[in-house]
């Protein structure tokens, strides 16, 4: 039986005088690792030894196709958290992130005036800082379209003033 372990590379039984009994050895195929020898007793008596020898190629085969099947594991659950991740991101950032663009759009046309809302608490000091923003540029906007005004009316009164004189100034 211990012949047939896989494990079992050389098993020699030697009796009383040291003559070989028995001899399994497959030393040339596999390296012996543990090599152990231990004297056989009977009612006292020695009544020879056995040397037997085993390996742990079968371990590291062994210990080889686990760490196969842990890397291909972890490969596997390293893509399905990305890709969950990836398909989360799209769904739950796309309508929060479109509705930023939407609003950056206004404003890169020019439509300050437009009523900000939206739904997703995170934008709020965002929204606030373009509210703030917005009504700079508005108040900008109209003070200088009334200089503007205020210096068209001034710019036609003084045309007006060289154009009427009689006499040249």
Do not use: C, W
Request: proline share 2%.
């Amino acid at each position: 039986a211990y012949a047939d372990n896989e494990l079992i590379v050389k098993l020699t039984i030697f009796d009383a005088v040291g003559h070989k009994v028995f001899s399994y050895d497959v030393t040339d195929q596999l390296n012996p690792v543990f090599p152990q020898e231990q004297k056989i007793s009977y009612e006292g008596s020695m009544v020879g030894t056995v040397s037997l020898s085993i390996t742990d190629h079968y371990f590291r085969e062994n210990q080889r196709k686990l760490m196969f099947s842990g890397i291909l594991a972890l490969t596997i659950t390293t893509l399905s958290i990305v890709m969950l991740t990836s398909l989360l991101l799209r769904t739950f950032l796309k309508t929060p992130l479109m509705s930023l663009e939407h609003l950056a759009n206004e404003y890169a046309q020019g439509k300050y005036d437009n009523h900000l809302a939206v739904d997703y608490s995170e934008f709020t000091q965002f929204v606030g800082a373009l509210r703030a923003m917005g009504d700079t540029i508005q108040a900008q906007m109209r003070t200088l379209h009334h200089s503007n005004k205020k210096l068209a009316e001034a710019e036609a009164k003084y045309r007006g003033i060289f154009e009427n004189a009689r006499e040249g100034l």
